[in-house]
């Protein structure tokens, strides 16, 4: 027992999908690092497994019944105070719709329904089933509720059809559910994270960006969001979903970017700025689309707004700003110029000339360096990975601030 979730308690709810004995699995995974598991099952889940197998694997008796409080020996309310999280797995189709519009017509509907705590749902179905605009309806309405939806895998599925729709791995649902209940060290964080890449248009259809796709800010924001803070996202263009975060505000261009942080900039308490932010734009801006005409087109460039210098300049107390820099060359020489004609407290730098290290990749070749000099060689990294160094770093930072 590795003992992760150790003195914890989790409530498993099993509902009626063909997926529902890979739930028995992930009880014992559960168990193995040191939680408790009270397993509460819809009447259709029997069908598929018996609610022996989950008693004796937990050795807690099952919930099924909302009004047989005798024999399970636990009420709707209890189960739905007394844990630490509640995961839903396999989720079926019909109940993720039930929930989404709040009906309680069974046990396991009623307890997440009473349910102040963190819940977690495990979507398996039928591909044209999990693809139904109406289930897709329902899942959008659930995750801007706060529910956490593990997105279910691409596959062969039991029904005989290939796509979307299996039961996401269980090694996956289990680092998600470790990531929900570990400390909540950061909880008084309100964080601003800027992310993806602006557009600086010349007409009306041409534009100069870069190839970010907004997945480092991503897995900061997961990281920073697991471990209790508050997440505001403003971001260019990305291929990532923002949704699940405390609020989300999408810009084009560098200017729009600093606009938009204006706004709140004084109500965060860290700053961490991922986003590629165009260095020129367009000396002008050209109504209409430029047609093809002469053999060369001279264009002129002017210098951008410097979104992350504004907020440099800008900084109050006790607030912590986080830069990142993408370079080819003196990579730790320009990263500390930037913390200072910047007025950075930390910057990540990343060397971009290393293989698999930068844009559209899911790692990076990193240094964590802070105001004081210090230096942090972190070498290449996933990019989940560099998310735990810097929410470790900025905790212990916090300590000093
Ligand atoms: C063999 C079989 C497999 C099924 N598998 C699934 C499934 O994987 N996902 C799903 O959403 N529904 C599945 N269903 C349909 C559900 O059992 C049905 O929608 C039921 O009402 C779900 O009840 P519950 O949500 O109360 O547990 C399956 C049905 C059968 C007969």
Redesign the pocket.
């Given at each position: 027992m590795s003992g992760e979730l150790k003195g914890k308690k989790i409530v498993l709810g099993v509902?009626?999908?063909?997926?529902a004995y890979k739930a028995c699995e992930l009880s014992r995974m559960i168990i193995k690092e040191g939680a408790q598991v009270k397993v509460v099952m819809?009447?259709?889940?029997k069908?598929?497994v018996s609610s022996l197998t989950f008693q004796y694997l937990t050795g807690n008796k099952v919930a099924d019944d909302m009004y047989d409080l005798e024999e399970s020996g636990i009420s709707h309310i209890q189960l739905a105070d007394e844990n630490d999280l509640i995961v839903i797995c396999?989720?079926?189709?019909?109940?993720i719709s039930?929930y989404a519009n709040g009906i309680a017509d069974?046990l396991l509907l009623n307890v997440l329904l009473a349910s102040k705590s963190q819940i977690i749902l495990c979507?398996?179905?039928?591909v044209n089933?999990y693809e139904n605009n109406l289930i897709q309806d329902n899942i959008k309405k659930l995750i801007k509720n706060g529910i956490h939806i593990v997105e279910p895998d691409s596959g062969a599925l039991?029904?005989g059809w290939i796509g979307k729709?299996r039961l996401a791995n269980l090694e996956t649902i289990m680092e998600i559910i470790k990531k929900k209940v570990q400390n909540k060290s950061l909880k008084k964080e309100n964080v601003l994270i800027t992310a993806g890449a602006t557009r600086e248009y010349m007409d009306p259809v041409r534009f100069i960006s870069n190839p970010s796709t907004g997945v480092m800010g991503y897995c900061i924001a997961e990281e920073f969001q697991s471990k209790g803070a508050k997440i505001n996202i403003v971001a260019g263009y990305n291929e990532v979903n923002f949704d699940k975060f405390d609020s989300y505000k999408e810009i084009t261009t560098a200017e729009e970017m600093r606009n938009e942080i204006s706004k709140n900039l004084n109500k965060y308490s860290l700053v961490i700025k991922t986003a590629a932010v165009g260095d020129y734009r367009f000396s002008t801006r050209l109504d209409n689309k430029v047609k093809k005409s002469d053999d060369v087109f001279r264009v002129e460039l002017e210098k951008n707004i410097d979104v992350l210098k504004y907020i440099g300049e800008n900084k109050k107390e006790n607030q912590i700003i986080v830069g990142f820099a993408a370079e080819t060359q003196n990579v730790v020489e320009n990263a500390k110029k930037k913390i200072n004609s910047k007025n950075l407290d930390l910057i990540v730098a990343n060397d971009i000339s290393k293989k698999n290290s930068g844009f559209g990749q899911s790692s990076n070749f990193s240094f964590l360096i802070d105001s004081s000099g210090n230096i942090d060689e972190l070498g290449l990294i996933d990019k989940n990975d560099l998310a735990k160094k810097l929410a470790s770093k900025i905790e212990k930072m916090r300590q000093n601030f």
């Open positions: 509902t009626g999908g063909i997926s819809t009447n259709n889940a069908k598929f396999p989720a079926t189709a019909n109940f039930k069974n979507p398996a179905m039928n089933m039991a029904c729709g």
